[in-house]
């Protein structure tokens, strides 16, 4: 099994930045994508940015310009927030398609996730 263990998530006022991470740990054969997803209250949750393991990244229009996403070779994912907006409140979760040492195929994991809230 794989566990994800995010961290960094806070309260800050429009314009400030945050920084969460987000760790993969246990019986790791491989890691591929590694990414950030969010859901505001009463919203379906959605893709935030993701990483391949060859480095290729995607972001939500949403975010592009302002959030940046980056992994370390020990299977640690970030997410740099800066020029936060309200509307960027939610629980943010960290996400890995990842190989555990006892499958054959990999398969998705989820972290618990961590709030950001984004004050006016």
């Known amino acids: 099994q794989v566990q994800l263990a995010e961290s960094g998530g806070g309260l800050v006022q429009a314009g400030g930045s945050l920084t969460l991470s987000c760790g993969a740990s246990?019986?790791?054969?491989?890691?591929?994508?590694m990414a950030w997803y969010r859901q505001a209250p009463g919203k379906q949750r959605e893709l935030v940015a993701f990483?391949?393991?060859?480095?290729?990244i995607t972001y939500a229009d949403s975010v592009k310009g302002r959030f940046t996403i980056s992994r370390n070779t020990r299977n640690t994912v970030y997410l740099q927030m800066s020029n936060l907006k309200p509307e960027d409140t939610a629980v943010y979760y960290c996400?890995?398609?990842?190989?555990?040492?006892?499958?054959?195929?990999?398969?998705?994991?989820w972290g618990q996730g961590t709030q950001v809230t984004v004050s006016s």
């Open positions: 996400n890995c398609n990842a190989r555990s040492g006892g499958s054959s195929w990999p398969r998705d994991y």
């Open positions: 246990g019986n790791i054969f491989s890691v591929n994508t």
């Open positions: 990483i391949t393991g060859g480095g290729a």
